[in-house]
C-alpha cells in the first residue's frame, strides 16, 4: 500500500492493526545521525495495535521502504523522533506508537510505499 494515498487509514489483518500516522523529512536526527550528502531522511510514525491473543514482537527491521525505482532501504538510524520503535513486545489488546527512520535519495522521494512484514507476512 502506498502511504502517500493512505496516510491515517487503518490497515488490518491476523489481528494487527496498522496506521501511519505522519510523515516527515529532515536531514539531521538528533545529536549524531545525519543523511549522507545528497539524502535525507524519512521518518514514519506508525501506531500497531495487538488484538490477537498472544504477545507479538515489533522490530524497526519489519518495517521496508521501496522507492519508485525498486530499491529497498531498511530503518537506518538509532536515534530519531520520539519514541522510537525498536524491537519491542505488544501484549494482546495494546498498543505501540513510534517513528521509523529510512535514508532515501531525495530524487527518489516522490514515489515510495512503506511495507510492514511481521513474521515474514506482507501487510
Known amino acids: 500500500f502506498c502511504l502517500s494515498r493512505g496516510l491515517g487509514d487503518v490497515y488490518k489483518r491476523q489481528g494487527l492493526s496498522v496506521t501511519f500516522l505522519e510523515i516527515a523529512e529532515d536531514t539531521k536526527l538528533g545529536y549524531y545521525d545525519k543523511a549522507e550528502e545528497g539524502m535525507l531522511i524519512r521518518s514514519v510514525?506508525?501506531?500497531?495495535?495487538?488484538?490477537?491473543?498472544?504477545?507479538?514482537?515489533?522490530?524497526?527491521?519489519?518495517?521496508?521502504?521501496?522507492?519508485n525505482n525498486g530499491k529497498d532501504y531498511s530503518q537506518d538510524f538509532t536515534q530519531g523522533k520520539?519514541?522510537?520503535?525498536?524491537?519491542?513486545?505488544?501484549?494482546?489488546?495494546?498498543?505501540?506508537?513510534?517513528?521509523?527512520?529510512?535514508?532515501?535519495?531525495?530524487?527518489?522521494?516522490?514515489?515510495?510505499?512503506?511495507?510492514?512484514?511481521?513474521?515474514?507476512?506482507?501487510?
Open 82 to 123: 520520539e519514541p522510537i520503535i525498536s524491537q519491542n513486545e505488544i501484549r494482546p489488546g495494546k498498543k505501540l506508537v513510534g517513528y521509523i527512520e529510512f535514508e532515501q535519495s531525495p530524487v527518489d522521494a516522490e514515489g515510495w510505499e512503506i511495507t510492514y512484514s511481521p513474521k515474514g507476512e506482507s501487510f
Open 45 to 67: 510514525k506508525v501506531q500497531i495495535i495487538n488484538n490477537t491473543e498472544e504477545a507479538l514482537t515489533v522490530s524497526p527491521y519489519d518495517f521496508k521502504l521501496s522507492d
